[in-house]
């Protein structure tokens, strides 16, 4: 079948293309791990939250968690395509005074408009996979003999995303890897500690 024909490899290839003129790839690696470390704090947040306060039911852990994680990827996911449209609509609109023609409906128009949606994407499902990865134990809570140990293992799986999503920061910028994944790991860690420490104050 001639590649003309497919409209899969179509698409990869003006995905492909808009992601050379308007530089997608950058900016939607730097939305992706901003946004799944906010939302893996915000999960630690809650389960800190409900550790403290004695939840031991699952149920509305996984509830309060992924009801948290999906508020925190709309809001990503709507400024931030409101934010990317009306910027990306100034540099359009500039370019087109620029070169006194109008390039709506060009490809770099076109790749505009693609670049606003997929970021869009990006910074509104980043957060909420990253919190169902958090929450992953508490969906086999019935496996475990404590509630407590639930806890424990979902803190550690925050903590391990919180170490990953460091080490991949740390490879985009050639920094050390450990370094900059021991960086990101401290924040979860001082998040616990505040989050106990405000616990245990009432």
Aim: net charge negative; no cysteine; charged share 15%.
């Amino acid at each position: 079948m001639d590649h003309k024909d497919n409209p899969l490899k179509q698409t990869l290839e003006r995905i492909s293309e808009y992601n050379e003129i308007a530089e997608i790839g950058e900016i939607a690696r730097r939305y992706f791990a901003m946004n799944a470390f906010d939302g893996v704090l915000t999960i630690i947040g809650v389960l800190t939250g409900h550790y403290a306060a004695g939840v031991d039911d699952p149920v509305i852990v996984v509830t309060t968690g992924l009801t948290t994680s999906v508020a925190i990827g709309i809001s990503g996911l709507w400024g931030s395509f409101l934010t990317e449209s009306a910027e990306r609509k100034r540099e359009m609109d500039e370019l087109s005074r620029s070169t006194l023609s109008d390039l709506n409906g060009s490809k770099i128009g076109k790749a505009s408009r693609f670049a606003a949606v997929a970021v869009s994407l990006v910074d509104g499902l980043s957060p909420f996979l990253a919190s169902l990865v958090v929450l992953i134990p508490f969906f086999f809570a019935n496996l475990f003999v404590d509630i407590h140990y639930v806890y424990y293992t979902a803190i550690g799986f925050a903590l391990l995303v919180l170490f990953g999503l460091g080490m991949f920061l740390g490879k985009i910028s050639k920094q050390s890897l450990i370094g900059m994944g021991l960086k990101t790991l401290a924040a979860g860690l001082v998040s616990i500690l505040i989050s106990n420490l405000l616990g245990t104050s009432h």
